[in-house]
Structure formats: C-alpha cells, structure tokens
C-alpha cells in the first residue's frame, strides 16, 4: 500500500474477537472464560430465587449469546482451550438444573435443550458451509473450498458434488 509501514503486533482485537499472531485464540479463549465465569456465578446465585425457566432464558441471553459469538473463527482451538470453557458451560448448566456435582450431564443438555461448546461449532460450520453450498456467502469465500470431484479425475467414494475439501496453503 505505497509506502506505508505495517506494524507487527502479537494481538489485535476485532470485532470483538482477539486474534492473535499464530491463531491459537488463546487470548480470545482467556477472555471469553472471564465473561462466561461471571455468568456462570449469576446462576449461582439466581437459582434460588427464580424458576427454571426463567434461568434458561438467561442462559441464553448472557451466557450463550458469548459463548456462540465468532464461534466459527475460534471454535476450532486446542481442546484445552475448548474444555475450559466447557468447565464453565457445565457449570453453568449444573447451577441451571440445581444438580448435584457428580450429575451425568448429557441427560441435562438434552432435557435443556442445550448444545455443548463442540457441538455449537460444528452447527455454525455446518450452516457455514450450507449458505456457501448454495451461494448465499460473499463471493470472498469461493476459493476457500474445492469440490472433492474437482480435485482430481479419479471416481472416489467422497467425489459427490456435495463435498469439499480445503485448499492446501503454506502457513509458516
């Protein structure tokens, strides 16, 4: 851009979404565990004084509405990343249910309703690639993804017009 100096940071912050210079999302993960921690500690205290429902539907305005924000971006970091927030979010659904702490949770996502931080992510991927399926992202996004039955000329098992697979690119 003529002569303009980029200057090298480690972070930077858009949109709300820490990125950082090697995309771990360590940063982005840090500081959505502070936010999802502090509502996690609303429900504690909530949860003896109004009903079920009424936690649910909190759940979903300041704990969800966090945790689902650019998960698309973030969603696939390390599994330590993902399972500190997932701590958070059984907690949070523990607090919700009035559960004891040794409580099998999958019966409380599924009675709640509620999907798990892995299973989020995969939902905004597979809606991601729906709307690129038929042409409803920004154009930006078409030399993201190729079609399996693209790549080569070889009739394969995965060669349907409905797979994708990823461009390979250098990323050191």
């Known amino acids: 851009m003529g002569n303009t100096i980029l200057e090298q940071v480690d972070e930077m912050t858009y949109l709300g979404v820490i990125i950082d210079k090697n995309l771990t ?9 502070k936010k999802l921690s502090r509502s996690a500690g609303i429900f504690s205290k909530l949860r003896y ?44 659904v523990r607090n919700i249910t009035k559960a004891p702490i040794f409580t099998r949770l ?3 996502y599924l009675n709640l309703r509620i999907l798990k931080v892995q299973d989020l992510h995969k939902l905004e991927v597979i809606k991601f690639m729906h709307s690129h399926h038929h042409g409803l992202v920004p154009s930006f996004f078409s030399s993201f993804f190729q079609k399996v039955n ?9 060669a349907t017009s409905s797979n994708y697979t990823v461009k390979w690119c250098r990323t050191s």
């Open 25 to 33: 999302w360590k940063s982005q993960t840090d500081n959505l565990c």
């Open 150 to 158: 693209r790549s080569h000329n070889r009739t394969t098992r995965n």
């Open 106 to 108: 999958d019966f409380l």
């Open 49 to 92: 004084f109004v009903d079920k429902t009424t936690l649910l539907k909190t759940y979903h305005t300041i704990f969800n509405s966090h945790l689902q924000y650019a998960i698309l971006c973030w969603g696939a970091t390390s599994s330590t990343n993902i399972n500190r927030i997932q701590v958070l979010q059984n907690k949070a």
